[in-house]
T-cell receptor, first 114, second 112 residues
Framework: DAGVIQSPRHEVTEMGQEVTLRCKPISGHNSLFWYRQTMMRGLELLIYFNNNVPIDDSGMPEDRFSAKMPNASFSTLKIQPSEPRDSAVYFC????????????FGSGTRLTVV | KQEVTQIPAALSVPEGENLVLNCSFTDSAIYNLQWFRQDPGKGLTSLLLIQSSQREQTSGRLNASLDKSSGRSTLYIAASQPGDSATYLCAAIKAAGNKLTFGGGTRVLVKP
């Protein structure tokens, strides 16, 4: 299995632009998670889906952030408009529901907003 | 609300010494606990998963224990090597919520 695939690996954008991060979970996994990692705050859960349905989006910082999972093999995290404080590494992870077999993380997207 | 703490935040040991990394959590009603390794600028690599019904898991030089009653997990790395230098993160999985709550990590440096 190719693991959890995230794209792009790096993104540099100007403040105010729209940014879309993409994630392909491991085939057969039915839970998908978006995390953000910064030096100041560590790893924070933004949102997670079970069977393509958003379960908890309380970690989404504000309305500028949105996430979708149109099918079991694809999810997007969108920031519009982007701000410098959004600069971070964004990780996607997937698991079987209940996490009985643990969670697998993607390599992350390093976002820099200038 | 589950809180996960890892102390110390950083640790430096000479090569060959055994490493002991601590993780504590406030809510003992966890489903699983997972240990990860993160190299600088890289993603998270899963090391060990301990299910709530288990007391420990072993993989090679790594051994992780879980004591739900005291809210603690410990990761032991035997005979440390410079290649073990990385940040180690523990994460608790809430029984019903299905989300990982991470500790702040312990940054380990193994000196040759």
């Amino acid at each position: 299995d190719a693991g959890v695939i995230q794209s792009p690996r790096h993104e540099v954008t100007e403040m105010g632009q729209e940014v879309t991060l993409r994630c392909k979970p491991i085939s057969g996994h039915n839970s998908l998670f978006w995390y953000r990692q910064t030096m100041m705050r560590g790893l924070e859960l933004l949102i997670y889906f079970n069977n393509n349905v958003p379960i908890d989006d309380s970690g989404m910082p504000e309305d500028r952030f949105s996430a979708k999972m149109p099918n079991a093999s694809f999810s997007t995290l969108k920031i519009q408009p982007s701000e410098p404080r959004d600069s971070a590494v964004y990780f996607c992870a997937s698991s079987f529901f209940g996490g009985s077999y643990g969670y697998t993380f993607g390599s992350g997207t390093r976002l820099t907003v200038v | 609300k589950q809180e996960v703490t890892q102390i110390p935040a950083a640790l430096s040991v000479p090569e060959g010494e055994n490493l002991v990394l601590n993780c504590s959590f406030t809510d003992s009603a966890i489903y699983n606990l997972q240990w990860f390794r993160q190299d600088p600028g890289k993603g998270l690599t899963s090391l060990l998963l301990i299910q709530s019904s288990q007391r420990e898991q072993t993989s090679g030089r790594l051994n992780a224990s879980l004591d739900k009653s005291s809210g603690r997990s410990t990761l032991y790395i035997a005979a440390s090597q410079p290649g073990d230098s990385a940040t180690y993160l523990c994460a608790a999985i809430k029984a019903a919520g299905n989300k990982l709550t991470f500790g702040g990590g312990t940054r380990v440096l193994v000196k040759p």
